[in-house]
């Protein structure tokens, strides 16, 4: 008898499980005011850096007009800092300001106490915990590797 692990069933099983947790956290309410379109630009104007608004939708994989609604939302709610590029005065580069910056971390903090009441609310055990607790950094390497 082996004990070889069907990795095609654990990849399937945890594409179920990750993908009803998102779609779990998502859709209970948080009251921080960012929309997932909106926490979704600031998040890739943070990783990275300045970049057009067309380079975001790009990123994003969304249409430039959305993007663009997206941006001018932003902008209005004095979320992210739009610039001249150095290199081409034409072209206008869009980066994440401190108050986006407090943004996310407000909306971040919102999910991580989300998670932190639905695993402290007595449905796991302090194995359950352990056994989280060390696919976390698993789970990080799996998405480092896609």
Do not use: C, H, W, Y
């Given at each position: 008898?082996?004990?070889?692990?069907?990795?095609?069933?654990v990849?399937?099983?945890?594409?179920?499980?990750?993908?009803?947790?998102?779609?779990?956290?998502?859709?209970?309410?948080?009251?921080?005011?960012?929309?997932?379109p909106?926490?979704?630009?600031?998040?890739?104007?943070?990783?990275?850096?300045?970049?057009?608004?067309?380079?975001?939708?790009?990123?994003?994989?969304?249409?430039?007009?959305?993007?663009?609604?997206?941006?001018?939302?932003?902008?209005?709610?004095?979320?992210?800092?739009?610039?001249?590029?150095?290199?081409?005065?034409?072209?206008?580069?869009?980066?994440?300001?401190?108050?986006?910056?407090?943004?996310?971390?407000?909306k971040?903090?919102?999910?991580?106490?989300?998670?932190?009441?639905?695993?402290?609310?007595?449905?796991?055990?302090?194995?359950?915990?352990?056994?989280?607790?060390?696919?976390?950094?698993?789970?990080?390497?799996?998405?480092?590797?896609?």
């Amino acid at each position: 008898m082996t004990d070889d692990v069907d990795s095609d069933g654990v990849a399937s099983d945890l594409l179920a499980s990750i993908t009803l947790l998102l779609r779990r956290v998502r859709l209970v309410p948080i009251e921080q005011g960012l929309s997932m379109p909106e926490r979704s630009a600031l998040s890739l104007l943070e990783r990275a850096g300045p970049a057009s608004s067309s380079e975001l939708a790009r990123d994003a994989q969304i249409t430039a007009q959305a993007m663009g609604a997206t941006i001018r939302t932003l902008r209005e709610r004095g979320l992210v800092d739009r610039r001249a590029d150095p290199e081409d005065g034409r072209r206008m580069l869009l980066s994440v300001n401190e108050a986006g910056q407090r943004a996310l971390q407000e909306k971040r903090n919102a999910r991580t106490e989300q998670l932190a009441r639905a695993l402290g609310g007595g449905a796991f055990t302090q194995a359950d915990l352990r056994r989280l607790a060390a696919a976390a950094p698993l789970l990080e390497r799996l998405a480092r590797n896609l």
